[in-house]
Structures are given as structure tokens and as C-alpha cells.
């Protein structure tokens, strides 16, 4: 197989087919196609989960014998999103559709259609007052990190245990600083740093966001004990967070996000959580704690999370909910 015809993510180690419809459109379409999640998609997460939707749209329509990409029409394009509708969550009919949207709108700029058949096909919306990431109330999230055992008794000395240290670190990170877990796993060991005598971490976020945020208390405690269970190495290139061997001892290799959940789901059950949390939990946790606290701003939360629009900050801001006893009590029946 050509190189041509093989699209590698090398992030995850997945790969797609170029799909039929578009090799059997010529050479000049599929470099395009290829060129569209390699010198358009700058974010390796974007580009996967795009692959993955625009992999499901050419094999649906090959299904229904379109054998040229000049014979998919507006209308197919519908189709194929109401069948989505019929089985998925409404967020990743949108994402999936935009994913679409966006290579024929690259196809168009490049001259391989004189227009797109995506451009007026549009999917349900919803109105969320609050985002569906799991968020955990501050006594779970303190309960959650005081349960990861960190060090261990042997032969009378205590002895530190790498994977709580760096578990706790990573959780703690993700609250503290509310960084995507992508953002995270991606940091070196130069990425934390000191200044006026305080550690500073350095995050790469969603859209090409360079971040760079002073350490609360309690996460420098945690990142200082975990950097100095590392091994030397050079900081610049080093992975901050590591993965473990079969022994439960630190590699050199990069802790990556699926492994990360693994950890996330296996310490909730140790602490006895039983709302199913992911590793956005944390990051929406942050962000809430942060907003329920006296004094705690939106544009503040907004900026350290990276995010572009207020209203996404606000799915996050859960204060609505804390109705006290003393309210219900008022139902004088």
C-alpha cells in the first residue's frame, strides 16, 4: 500500500484509509485529503478525532454506491447526519458534522469543488445550563487525593511509591491549573519551573495556547515530591508524567490520556467514588471549586482555562446547585 493511501496518527498509533471515493477521484483530491489533517490541523487531538469521523462518512456513503466525491450532494450529507442523530449524543453528531464541514470547505479552497454540499446541512442543537463532565464536590476531590498512597514501610524506612506520587501530582495538576489531560501528558520536566521562589508550570492547551500559571500551595507540595523520585535525564525532553513498567516502576516513555483514565477510574474506586469521572472530571472540578469560592471571577476561570468564549466557562459554574436545606425547608406543606 502507497503511502498515498495511508494516513498514520502517529499520537495514538491509529490509521485510516484514505477512502475509496476520494483515490478514485484522482491524485490531485487525495493530497488534499491528506494535506487537510496534516497542514490544517495543527492539534494532534483534533486531527485523530476528525480522522475518525470523516472515516465513518466515507464508509456510510460508499455503502450507498457514491464512487466519486463530485457525486456526493447535500442531501446525502443530511441523510447521513440524521442517521447519526438516531444514535448518538447531540455534541458528537456536531463534532462530527463540523469535522465534515471543514474538509469540503478545504476541498472547496483548493479548488477540488466549486462549492460544498456540507455548507447549509445543520443537526439538532442543545441548550446546556451545565456541561455533562462528572464534577466532584471539594471534600471528594480532597478525599480522592488522600487516599493514593505515596509512600510504604520496608525494613523499617519509608520508601516512596512512585505511581502514587505521580498519580497525585497528575490529579492535583489537572485541578489546580484546570490543564486538559492532553495538555499534561504533553509536559516535560522544563515545563515546571521557579520563580519568586514558587514553582510555575508551563501548559500547551486546545488551540496553540501557551499558558503559564503559578502553582497552588498544595500542588507545588505534590510536583516537588514527585520530580524528585525522577530520574536524571535531560529536562528538556523528558516527559514530566511517565508511565510504569510491569514492576510499578517509572520508564522513560510518556504516560499517554487512555492510560491516564485507567489510573483516574482505578483511584476513584479506591477512594470509594462512585460518579463515573473521567480526567475532565478535574479539570471541571477546578473550575467549580474556583467559582463557588468567594470572590471567584468568571473572566479569571475563563482565562485559565483557555477558553475563548465565556459561555463554555460557565457550563462549569455549578453554584446554582448548592440550594441550601434551609431553602427546601421553605416548601410549607
Known amino acids: 500500500m502507497n503511502d498515498l493511501q495511508e494516513i498514520d496518527f502517529k499520537n495514538s498509533g491509529r490509521k485510516i484509509l484514505v477512502p475509496l471515493i476520494i483515490t478514485a477521484s484522482g491524485e490531485d483530491t487525495s493530497t488534499r485529503f491528506k494535506e487537510f489533517f496534516f497542514a490544517n490541523i495543527a492539534n494532534e487531538n483534533t486531527r485523530e478525532a476528525y480522522g475518525r469521523a470523516i472515516e465513518g462518512f466515507f464508509k456510510w456513503m460508499e455503502q450507498r454506491d457514491k464512487g466519486d466525491i463530485l457525486d456526493i450532494e447535500t442531501l446525502d450529507i443530511a441523510a447521513w447526519a440524521r442517521s447519526l442523530e438516531q444514535k448518538l449524543a447531540v455534541a458528537t453528531v456536531q463534532q462530527r458534522l463540523a469535522a465534515v464541514k471543514s474538509l469540503f470547505n478545504w476541498f472547496v479552497r483548493h479548488q477540488i469543488l466549486s462549492v460544498s454540499p456540507a455548507a447549509t446541512v445543520k443537526v439538532k442543537s442543545e441548550r446546556l445550563r451545565h456541561g455533562k463532565t462528572k464534577v466532584l464536590s471539594s471534600a471528594d476531590a480532597r478525599r480522592l487525593l488522600d487516599t493514593i498512597q505515596i509512600e510504604k514501610t520496608k525494613d523499617g524506612a519509608s520508601v516512596p511509591i512512585h505511581a502514587g506520587l505521580r498519580d497525585r501530582a497528575l490529579i492535583s495538576l489537572m485541578i489546580y491549573t484546570f490543564a486538559r489531560v492532553s495538555a499534561a501528558v504533553q509536559m516535560n520536566v522544563s515545563h ?100 463557588r469560592n468567594k470572590g471567584g471571577r468568571l473572566e479569571i476561570a475563563q482565562h485559565l482555562a483557555g477558553h475563548s468564549d465565556p459561555k463554555t466557562t460557565q457550563l462549569y459554574d455549578r453554584r446554582d446547585e448548592d440550594i441550601s436545606l434551609d431553602e427546601v425547608e421553605r416548601i410549607d406543606i
Open 192 to 291: 515546571v519551573y521557579e520563580k519568586d521562589h514558587r514553582l510555575w508550570v508551563d501548559l500547551q492547551e486546545k488551540g496553540g495556547k501557551h499558558l503559564s500559571i503559578p502553582c497552588h500551595h498544595i500542588l507545588e507540595q505534590h510536583l516537588r515530591a514527585y520530580i524528585d523520585v525522577l530520574g536524571e535525564g535531560d529536562p528538556n525532553t523528558s516527559p514530566l508524567f511517565c508511565a510504569m513498567d510491569k514492576s510499578r516502576q517509572l520508564t522513560s516513555n510518556r504516560l499517554d490520556r487512555t492510560q491516564s483514565w485507567h489510573m483516574v477510574r482505578r483511584r476513584a474506586r479506591q477512594a470509594k467514588i462512585s460518579a463515573d469521572i473521567c480526567n475532565h472530571t478535574f479539570r471541571g472540578t477546578g473550575i467549580s471549586s474556583y467559582l
